[in-house]
């Protein structure tokens, strides 16, 4: 029962007012700069993506959006975050060995699902300790 | 649930005692295999346009960690091409066994040497040098050869499959993971053992082969190091070999007190949450340190990472294994209870590779039409975009992995410390306090 | 032996072959045009044979990060060239020569360095005609000497204000492209002091007339080729800040240190085109060489053999943009 609160209840949720943010990313072989982003949800995310090397790409999980820059030719990628939550954004142009683990941290409003996760955890430990006490 | 034996059903077990379903399999797999090395070697340096990449790190270790693993134990270790050149050239054959036994050393593997501590040795090189090996064909190639070289060689010096037994760095952890697996291969009744003359499970037939992993099957309690090759069936005169359907971690109710094998543990642990941390984060400095090998970030990662698993990981570890009276009993209580550790790194390694599986998966139908990046396209597929899969079921699926792998692990930590006769309280915790770090560097 | 060992034998060694033969096979069979970064090697092969007349059948891959592909001088759309994947291109040649052919997308500080050649032989060889002589050869100009423009504008010259003032003045001799080319926006500012207009008065009949000598489709191919070009080292604003500014900056330092007796080290910073005392003092046949001709152990490429004549004054056209208002010009 305490796992299904954990999981499923609606937690208190501050209404912010969405704002516009823009955010400037500079990608290199093989990170972002910076790579970790915070919004609050519904706000307007533009982000301004200038490779410093070689042509790199970003694209965010959960969102299937993407771009790609071309070194002296920043792109520009706009998407509403509608969806709270983490999300990992990633290189989706092969740059290199280490593409595949050129990622990023998108995260909209709080990272509910991790605490969730956290919750649950505790919840489900609490329970076998419980257990273990009563036999 | 008890336990239900497959091999009542006369067709499941005709196929496992009949040698050509089995060598129907071994072919396809060292064909796969060598084409892989082939592959890695002169196709395209693009690791992940490259057969060996796309089906070695991201096909073959989602298929091994998702479901051989899990669900069939050592499953793996029977139908790997590895030993297979080999084995065949020790015993004489590819079939039965021969008239005429060829005259190689068969040396017994050295005493000082019969543990994982090789294992846990060849685990941590690749590790190490991961970020380097899982991008790169043709390195990944050099490795596979590698291995496939040291299994012959040592079939022409020692007995048996000495390479798969000690050596062999996938058989480090899936034989300490196949603890927790569903199936196992046992005896059916210890007496007819007691009266068997010969013994030809272990010291072979004219039907078969003795046991190539070294175990008496008359004595087999755990699946940590059968590799289900299936020899014993054929030469068990007495038909008292079965394999057998069982719960989960069956293994676990009676765990094993060996240091190498909790120090497997650790180490499968402990790499799993710095993979997450390095490969999937968003921290570029620890990438950069991880991938230039040589340098003197490189040396400080490796050094950092050997001590998570060496010191960090084990002292808090033995901190929980509390009341000291000696050396002996303290050592045989930690790696009691490291079997706690087990399921948890299993459901580990499932969280994390879930991620890059689902994130790269797309590459393998690319790869399956160009193989070699030569601008083929066998099934037309080869101009699939990279797109990540299912990744509305990836947060979750990590949640049930890690959350499903803490309740295990302290169901398992229970049933160990009152093995043990001690508090399974702290140990426990250690397995919520590692899981909400996992959680953390994942989602 | 049993017939069943025999033939299992026989199984397994047809089907290792298979494993090791296919592959080997297939690789030698398909010779491939590999893209590397110019640190990496570059093109590899740099130089291919070809006949006037025969198509040209090119496969390309890269073996590391994006590049691209394309012929000077030939009217050809670029290709993209994708690590891992093979590009198809035909090429067909109706003059013989020595075609220059370049990677087209940014893949490192080196990036124009990745060029090969495509040696065209047949027909047509003799007599070659003779090449054209760029214009600061004939005029004589030192591209290296100091062109610095004694006089700047207060404030950003603009082309509109400029065309207003213009129609109260005799511009016929300027609005010519051989007065344009030859003369720096300064000589033309110079040359109107017989008029009784202010300073930025007349910078603004300048950049009138700098704007009357191109048109809007130059400008915007000029920005094109800029942007895709230029902008990495010289800045997308061309501030001479581009994201490679700081590594060239230092492989000037370290080429510095290595040279002995060097007095006048050639800059290795990029030009920054928003410096008015160097732009304002260059003459559009000036830039126009110094883009043919490269920057002679700086970074700066030499495009004499990749851009067609009206490419470059297209962009040497845009360059000025960076000076003057062009108001309705795409910017």
């Given at each position: 029962?305490?796992g299904?609160?954990?999981?499923?209840?609606?937690?208190?949720?501050?209404?912010?007012?969405?704002?516009?943010?823009?955010?400037?990313i500079?990608?290199?072989?093989?990170?972002?700069?910076?790579?970790?982003?915070?919004?609050?949800?519904?706000?307007?995310?533009?982000?301004?993506?200038?490779?410093?090397?070689?042509?790199?790409?970003?694209?965010?999980?959960?969102?299937?959006?993407?771009?790609?820059?071309?070194?002296?030719?920043?792109?520009?990628?706009?998407?509403?975050?509608?969806?709270?939550?983490?999300?990992r954004?990633?290189?989706?142009?092969?740059?290199?060995?280490?593409h595949?683990?050129?990622?990023?941290?998108?995260?909209?409003?709080?990272?509910?699902w991790?605490?969730?996760?956290?919750?649950?955890?505790?919840?489900?430990?609490?329970?076998?300790?419980?257990?273990?006490?009563?036999? | 649930?008890?336990?239900?034996?497959?091999?009542?059903?006369?067709?499941?077990?005709?196929?496992?005692?009949?040698?050509?379903?089995?060598?129907?399999?071994?072919?396809?797999?060292?064909?796969?295999y060598?084409?892989?090395?082939?592959?890695?070697?002169?196709?395209?340096?693009?690791?992940?346009?490259?057969?060996?990449?796309?089906f070695?790190?991201?096909?073959?270790?989602?298929?091994?960690?998702?479901?051989?693993?899990?669900?069939?134990?050592?499953?793996?270790?029977?139908?790997?091409?590895?030993?297979?050149?080999?084995?065949?050239l020790?015993?004489?054959?590819?079939?039965?066994?021969?008239?005429?036994?060829p005259?190689?050393?068969?040396?017994?593997?050295?005493?000082?040497?019969r543990?994982?501590?090789?294992?846990?040795?060849?685990?941590?090189?690749?590790?190490?040098?991961?970020?380097?090996?899982l991008?790169?064909?043709?390195?990944?190639?050099?490795?596979?050869?590698?291995?496939?070289?040291?299994?012959?060689?040592?079939?022409?010096?020692?007995?048996?499959?000495?390479?798969?037994?000690?050596?062999?760095?996938?058989?480090?952890?899936?034989?300490?993971?196949?603890?927790?697996?569903?199936?196992?291969?046992?005896?059916?009744?210890?007496?007819?053992?007691?009266?068997?003359?010969?013994?030809?499970?272990?010291?072979?037939?004219?039907?078969?082969y003795?046991?190539?992993?070294?175990?008496?099957?008359?004595?087999?309690?755990?699946?940590?190091?059968?590799?289900?090759?299936?020899?014993?069936?054929?030469?068990?005169?007495?038909?008292?070999?079965?394999?057998?359907?069982?719960?989960?971690?069956?293994?676990?109710?009676?765990?094993?007190?060996?240091?190498?094998?909790?120090?497997?543990?650790?180490?499968?642990?402990?790499?799993?949450?710095?993979?997450?941390?390095?490969?999937?984060?968003?921290?570029?400095?620890?990438?950069?340190?991880?991938?230039?090998?040589?340098?003197?970030?490189?040396?400080?990662?490796?050094?950092?990472?050997?001590?998570?698993?060496?010191?960090?990981?084990?002292?808090?570890?033995?901190?929980?294994?509390?009341?000291?009276?000696?050396?002996?009993?303290?050592?045989?209580?930690?790696?009691?209870?490291?079997?706690?550790?087990?399921?948890?790194?299993?459901?580990f390694?499932?969280?994390?590779?879930?991620?890059?599986?689902?994130?790269?998966?797309?590459?393998?139908?690319?790869?399956?039409?160009?193989?070699?990046?030569l601008?083929?396209?066998?099934?037309?597929?080869?101009?699939?975009?990279?797109?990540?899969m299912?990744?509305?079921?990836?947060?979750?699926?990590?949640?049930?992995?890690?959350?499903?792998?803490?309740?295990?692990?302290?169901?398992?930590?229970?049933?160990?410390?009152?093995e043990?006769?001690?508090?399974?309280?702290?140990?426990?915790?250690?397995?919520?306090?590692?899981t909400?770090?996992m959680?953390?560097?994942?989602? | 032996?049993?017939?069943?060992?025999?033939?299992?034998?026989?199984?397994?060694?047809?089907?290792?072959?298979?494993?090791?033969?296919?592959?080997?096979?297939?690789?030698?069979?398909?010779?491939?045009?590999?893209?590397?970064?110019?640190?990496?090697?570059?093109?590899n092969p740099?130089?291919?044979?070809?006949?006037?007349?025969?198509?040209?059948?090119?496969?390309?891959?890269?073996?590391?990060?994006?590049?691209?592909?394309?012929?000077?001088?030939?009217?050809?759309?670029?290709?993209?060239?994708?690590?891992?994947?093979?590009?198809?291109?035909?090429?067909?040649?109706?003059?013989?020569?020595?075609?220059?052919?370049?990677?087209?997308?940014?893949?490192g500080?080196?990036?124009?360095?990745?060029?090969?050649?495509?040696?065209?032989?047949?027909?047509?060889?003799?007599?070659?005609?003779?090449p054209?002589?760029?214009?600061?050869?004939?005029?004589?100009?030192?591209?290296?000497?100091?062109?610095?423009?004694?006089?700047?504008?207060?404030?950003?010259?603009?082309?509109?204000?400029?065309?207003?003032?213009?129609?109260?003045?005799?511009?016929?001799?300027?609005?010519?492209p051989?007065?344009?080319?030859?003369?720096?926006?300064?000589?033309?500012?110079?040359?109107?002091?017989?008029?009784?207009?202010?300073?930025?008065?007349?910078?603004?009949?300048?950049?009138?007339?700098?704007?009357?000598?191109?048109?809007?489709?130059?400008?915007?191919?000029?920005?094109?080729?800029?942007?895709?070009?230029?902008?990495?080292?010289?800045?997308?604003n061309?501030?001479?800040?581009?994201?490679?500014?700081?590594?060239?900056?230092?492989?000037?330092?370290?080429?510095?240190?290595?040279?002995?007796g060097?007095?006048?080290?050639?800059?290795?910073?990029?030009?920054?085109?928003?410096?008015?005392?160097?732009?304002?003092?260059?003459?559009?046949?000036?830039?126009?060489?110094?883009?043919?001709?490269?920057?002679?152990?700086?970074?700066?490429?030499?495009?004499?053999?990749?851009?067609?004549?009206?490419?470059?004054?297209?962009?040497?056209a845009?360059?000025?943009?960076?000076?003057?208002?062009?108001?309705?010009?795409?910017?």
């Amino acid at each position: 029962m305490a796992g299904l609160a954990v999981a499923f209840a609606p937690l208190p949720v501050q209404p912010i007012r969405p704002q516009e943010r823009t955010f400037q990313i500079e990608a290199r072989q093989f990170a972002y700069s910076p790579s970790e982003l915070n919004v609050n949800p519904g706000d307007t995310i533009t982000i301004r993506l200038i490779s410093t090397d070689v042509v790199h790409g970003l694209y965010v999980d959960g969102y299937d959006v993407s771009v790609e820059a071309d070194p002296g030719q920043t792109a520009t990628l706009t998407f509403t975050a509608t969806k709270p939550g983490s999300f990992r954004f990633r290189c989706n142009i092969t740059c290199g060995a280490m593409h595949p683990f050129m990622i990023g941290k998108l995260t909209v409003g709080a990272n509910d699902w991790l605490f969730r996760s956290a919750g649950l955890a505790m919840v489900a430990v609490l329970g076998i300790v419980i257990l273990v006490k009563r036999s | 649930m008890a336990k239900i034996e497959l091999t009542r059903n006369t067709s499941i077990k005709n196929a496992l005692i009949s040698r050509y379903p089995q060598l129907a399999v071994f072919v396809v797999m060292l064909m796969g295999y060598i084409f892989a090395i082939l592959a890695g070697l002169v196709g395209t340096p693009v690791g992940s346009h490259n057969f060996i990449i796309v089906f070695v790190w991201i096909a073959w270790w989602a298929i091994l960690i998702l479901v051989a693993v899990p669900f069939f134990g050592r499953g793996w270790c029977a139908v790997c091409p590895i030993p297979l050149p080999g084995e065949w050239l020790q015993r004489g054959a590819v079939l039965n066994p021969p008239e005429k036994k060829p005259k190689w050393f068969n040396l017994r593997w050295p005493k000082a040497l019969r543990n994982i501590w090789l294992q846990n040795i060849s685990f941590l090189l690749l590790a190490l040098f991961s970020s380097v090996l899982l991008t790169t064909p043709n390195i990944t190639g050099i490795v596979l050869a590698g291995m496939l070289f040291a299994a012959i060689g040592l079939s022409t010096i020692f007995e048996r499959r000495a390479f798969c037994r000690y050596l062999c760095p996938v058989g480090g952890f899936i034989g300490l993971y196949s603890q927790t697996a569903p199936i196992e291969l046992r005896i059916k009744d210890k007496q007819v053992c007691a009266t068997c003359e010969g013994k030809p499970c272990y010291n072979g037939s004219t039907n078969g082969y003795g046991c190539p992993w070294d175990v008496f099957p008359g004595g087999l309690t755990k699946n940590t190091y059968c590799g289900l090759c299936m020899e014993c069936l054929r030469t068990c005169p007495h038909d008292n070999i079965a394999v057998n359907m069982r719960p989960f971690s069956a293994d676990l109710a009676k765990p094993s007190t060996r240091m190498d094998e909790a120090f497997k543990a650790f180490i499968m642990l402990g790499s799993a949450m710095i993979y997450a941390g390095v490969l999937l984060g968003p921290w570029g400095v620890l990438k950069d340190a991880a991938y230039n090998v040589g340098t003197s970030a490189w040396f400080i990662y490796a050094a950092v990472f050997l001590s998570i698993i060496f010191l960090v990981m084990p002292s808090f570890f033995a901190l929980c294994v509390t009341r000291f009276e000696n050396l002996n009993i303290f050592k045989k209580r930690f790696a009691t209870l490291s079997a706690a550790l087990i399921p948890l790194g299993l459901m580990f390694w499932v969280a994390f590779s879930l991620s890059f599986v689902l994130t790269n998966a797309s590459y393998i139908l690319a790869s399956l039409s160009d193989p070699l990046g030569l601008g083929w396209n066998l099934f037309g597929t080869a101009q699939t975009t990279w797109q990540p899969m299912l990744t509305t079921i990836l947060a979750p699926g990590q949640t049930l992995a890690l959350v499903g792998g803490l309740i295990w692990s302290a169901r398992t930590a229970q049933k160990a410390a009152n093995e043990a006769k001690v508090s399974a309280i702290p140990v426990i915790g250690y397995c919520l306090i590692v899981t909400a770090v996992m959680l953390w560097l994942l989602l | 032996m049993k017939r069943s060992e025999l033939l299992s034998r026989i199984l397994i060694t047809a089907g290792m072959l298979l494993a090791v033969g296919t592959p080997l096979f297939f690789w030698t069979q398909t010779p491939l045009i590999h893209a590397r970064m110019a640190e990496n090697g570059g093109w590899n092969p740099d130089v291919i044979q070809a006949e006037v007349g025969n198509p040209l059948h090119l496969r390309l891959t890269s073996d590391d990060v994006m590049h691209g592909f394309s012929v000077g001088q030939m009217k050809m759309d670029a290709v993209d060239v994708e690590p891992g994947k093979v590009t198809d291109v035909t090429l067909t040649f109706d003059k013989p020569g020595i075609y220059t052919f370049f990677c087209t997308r940014w893949c490192g500080v080196n990036h124009w360095r990745m060029r090969g050649t495509i040696e065209v032989s047949g027909p047509g060889a003799n007599p070659e005609p003779a090449p054209t002589i760029p214009l600061y050869v004939t005029l004589g100009f030192d591209l290296d000497a100091p062109h610095e423009s004694p006089v700047i504008p207060s404030n950003q010259p603009s082309a509109v204000r400029g065309q207003q003032l213009a129609t109260n003045l005799e511009m016929s001799k300027f609005s010519n492209p051989d007065f344009y080319r030859t003369n720096s926006p300064y000589q033309l500012f110079e040359a109107l002091s017989s008029t009784n207009l202010s300073d930025l008065e007349k910078w603004d009949v300048v950049s009138y007339i700098w704007q009357s000598n191109t048109t809007p489709k130059a400008l915007t191919n000029g920005r094109d080729l800029y942007a895709q070009n230029c902008a990495a080292c010289h800045g997308e604003n061309g501030g001479g800040d581009g994201v490679f500014a700081d590594d060239l900056a230092k492989a000037g330092e370290a080429s510095m240190e290595s040279m002995t007796g060097a007095t006048d080290m050639l800059m290795q910073t990029p030009v920054d085109f928003t410096d008015s005392k160097r732009i304002l003092g260059a003459a559009p046949a000036l830039l126009q060489g110094k883009i043919l001709r490269g920057g002679m152990g700086t970074g700066m490429p030499m495009w004499g053999s990749i851009f067609t004549e009206e490419q470059i004054w297209d962009l040497v056209a845009y360059l000025y943009s960076f000076q003057f208002d062009y108001q309705g010009e795409a910017q």
